[in-house]
Each structure stands twice: as C-alpha cells, then as structure tokens.
DNA sequence: CATGGACATGGAATTCATTTTCATTTACGC
DNA sequence: GCGTAAATGAAAATGAATTCCATGTCCATG
C-alpha cells in the first residue's frame, strides 16, 4: 500500500476531548450520553462532532460497536487487539468480556464455506447480571 | 408456569393479512416495506398494526427477527423449530440459514459461568453474496 | 338476535437516535 | 501570515418505532 492515508485528519481540541472522555468511561456508553458529559464537564463539543469522532474511531478500529435492546449504538474504547465481544447487563448495562473464540472460528468457517465474501459478524449478548438480579425472598 | 396464554390474541383479518403477506416473502422485510405491500395489495392495513402484530409473531416464536446495518428490524416467518441465525447479503438483502449449534452451545455455557442470568443472544452475520459480488475483471 | 365490554384498529402526533445542511471557524502546510 | 481544505456545531431533516385516543369489531353471554 503506497498513501493510505484514506482520512488526512486534522487534530483538533474537539476531538481529543471525545476520545478523553471515551476513555474516562469504564463500560460501553451511547453518543448522547457522551455527549451529555462533554457539555457537563468543560469542555463543551457539540454533538455532531461527537457522532462524527465515534465514526471516525469505528473506522480505524478504536472502538467497539454493539447496540443494547433498542438498537441504540454502544460505544467503547478497545483495550486489546482484535474484535471482542461482550455480556452486556440489560439493567444497569455493565459490560464484561467474553472468550469468543469459538465464534470467531465459527464465523470465519461459515466465510469460506458459504459463498459470500467479506462475512461480518456481530454478537450480542444480553443478560442480567448478579447485582441488578432482584434477589427472590 | 401454568396457563401461559399471556396474551388473548384475537383473529382479526388484519392480522391474517399481515401473516399471509410475511408468507409470501422468501426474505427478510421491514415493517415499513411489509407495510408498504399490504396498502398496495387490497387489503390495507395501518402500519401500527404491522408492528403490533409483529410483535406478537415475534413474542410466540413465529418470526425471526434481525437487524440491518442501519438498526432497522427486519423479519421472516420461521420455517424451523428453535431459533435460527441467519447469513444476509449486505447489497440485496437475500439470506441463507446458517448451522449455528456452535453458537448456540456457546452462548449456553456463558449463560451458565458467567453470573448472569437469563441471557441472551443475536447473531449477525453478513457478507456479499456470489451473485452481487461484482466480477473483478 | 341483541348487548356489552374487552380487545383491536389506524391515523395522527410524538419520541428519539442519527444524519444532513450550511455558514462559520480552525488547523496546518506553505 | 495566508490560503484552503477540513472541521465544527446549531438547526433542521430524516426515519423507524411508539404512543394516543376515538372508533370499530370480535365473541361470550343473556
């Protein structure tokens, strides 16, 4: 690859602000709520910028993307290589990691065996975790 | 659990339409474009009945339900018992059925170690399908 | 057959995340 | 400093999905 440089980003207070504040949250966040604390805090970034950085960190694979039960887009900065895949609690939508290696396998074998090129897969997994479980008296 | 009949639901012609227009598609469709066939065709039907009755189909098992790269909710009468996963073209929306006991086993035991109760989980696969993949002269 | 009430319908209005528009501002190579 | 391509952000647009609510209709009764 000789200038792949697709996007000749400029760097901008806005959105180094946006990655900050991404990497001040300890689980997957929604752009409005992002948002929402940018304009809390000092530094106010309008959301469109907000919309704009998450995409542009999508693209260059800084974060991850799942979306909770209503569709709504969740985003987190990734900590290791490659794609990981979360447990995200329904009720207070704690996150947590899981071995997915067995599906990356299996999604990858379904690549070469189905016919259709460039296989993405995505993986939710919802539960409710220990803490927001009411406990049954 | 004993009477589990949550739900009284009625037959209605609506309804019926609504069933009867899901059978006639071999794919996955929108509410809206479910919608959009039923007011073409002769019996029109309100496009908050669509999605009522789709969420009843969806709540009694008898469609699969899916997301599009957009978020959109796509849905298709279920052929087999148990739930199924599906391989979607990303250009014509066409999908094929894909084995998914691995997953399905996988997403069991993280249910079981993980601490979390009732999960769940959706699996998105998607690709470019033989038939849409432009032939790289 | 008549009746009543629970369930169902559907058009309009609403909600809400996300995207687009566009005038203005800003980063940064020269 | 200058110019310009990129970035910003407020407001408006989009579009799926939901809620509201007045009206309609299925169906177990009398």
Redesign the pocket.
């Known amino acids: 690859m000789t200038g792949a440089k697709s ?9 180094a602000a946006v990655l900050r504040a991404l990497g001040n949250c300890q689980d997957f966040v ?3 709520m992002l948002h929402a604390r940018l304009v809390t805090a000092d530094c ?6 907000v ?3 998450l ?1 542009q960190l999508q693209a260059t694979g800084q974060v991850d993307v799942v979306r909770d039960g ?4 969740l985003y987190r900065r990734r900590s290791t290589a490659g794609h990981q895949h979360y447990l995200l609690c329904r009720d207070c939508g704690r996150s947590r990691p899981v071995d997915s290696r067995v599906v990356e396998r299996w999604a990858e074998r379904i690549g070469e065996t189905s016919g259709f090129t460039d296989v993405e897969h995505t993986v939710e997994l919802t539960g409710v975790c220990g803490r927001c479980r009411p406990t049954a008296h």
């Open positions: 996007s000749p980003t400029r760097n901008t207070p806005q959105r929604s752009a409005q106010a970034v309008g959301l469109t910028t919309y704009r950085a995409h209503t569709g709504e887009r």
